[in-house]
């Protein structure tokens, strides 16, 4: 197994710019999510979902769009990159537990810059 | 409502001392605590978790993790640092807003340096 892969790695836009960071999950997990990881601030939650088809909004989901059409597959997109949004980009899945908390699993992160 | 605080956001130990990072939690209900360990350049890797049962919990490598609920902590420790064992390391909580959907609060990570 893969486990969880992102695509891209690295990633240089201008200001404006959009772009569309993919993650991958073979585990056949229900939960997926996005975080952005900046200096300081710990790993914060943008968009999540729980499964195909729906979405919701995390702790700073302003400036992002998602979307899970196949289970395997979370999008995340930028319509207008800004300089602010310049971070590393996490990708995470899990399926919930029964009587147990299942721990998230991580993607290797994209590293993002907007100039 | 649910947070996690991580004291210090540097730790440096000498090779072969004891490894202590700090984290105190808040929850509204039973906490879920979670140690993540971050390579440089890489993603999140599970330490260990406490849900239920024993407080003590063992994990990958060597760490350990005590919860202590009248102390509201979960401190990570290792008895013999390796050099090995440089990295970021985040406490995580779990949070119940917006339902059961295995959401994570993380705390603002502990870099970990090991002097040889």
């Known amino acids: 197994n893969a486990g969880v892969t992102q695509t891209p790695k690295f990633r240089v836009l201008k200001t404006g710019q959009s772009m569309t960071l993919l993650c991958a999950q073979d585990m056949n997990h229900e939960y997926m999510y996005w975080y952005r990881q900046d200096p300081g601030m710990g790993l914060r939650l943008i968009h999540y979902?729980?499964?195909?088809?729906?979405?919701a909004k995390g702790e700073v989901p302003d400036g992002y769009n998602v979307s899970r059409l196949k289970k395997q597959n979370f999008l995340l997109g930028l319509e207008s990159a800004a300089p602010s949004q310049t971070s590393v980009y996490f990708c995470?899945?899990?399926?919930?537990?029964?009587?147990?908390?299942?721990?998230?699993?991580f993607g290797p992160g994209t590293r993002l810059t907007v100039l | 409502a649910q947070s996690v605080t991580q004291l210090g956001s540097h730790v440096s130990v000498s090779e072969g001392a004891l490894v202590l990072l700090r984290c105190n939690y808040s929850s509204s209900v039973p906490p879920y605590l979670f140690w993540y360990v971050q390579y440089p350049n890489q993603g999140l890797q599970l330490l260990l978790k406490?849900?239920?049962?024993?407080?003590l919990v063992k994990g990958i490598n060597g760490f350990e993790a005590e919860f202590k609920k009248s102390e509201t902590s979960f401190h990570l420790t290792k008895p013999s640092a390796h050099m090995s064992d440089a990295a970021e390391y985040f406490c995580?909580?779990?949070?119940?807003?917006?339902?059961?959907?295995?959401?994570?609060?993380f705390g603002t990570g502990t870099l970990l340096a090991v002097q040889p």
């Open positions: 995580a909580v779990r949070t119940t807003q917006g339902g059961a959907t295995n959401k994570l609060i």
């Open positions: 995470a899945s899990v399926t919930p537990g029964r009587g147990s908390y299942n721990e998230q699993f």
């Open positions: 406490y849900t239920t049962g024993a407080t």
């Open positions: 979902s729980v499964g195909e088809g729906t979405t």
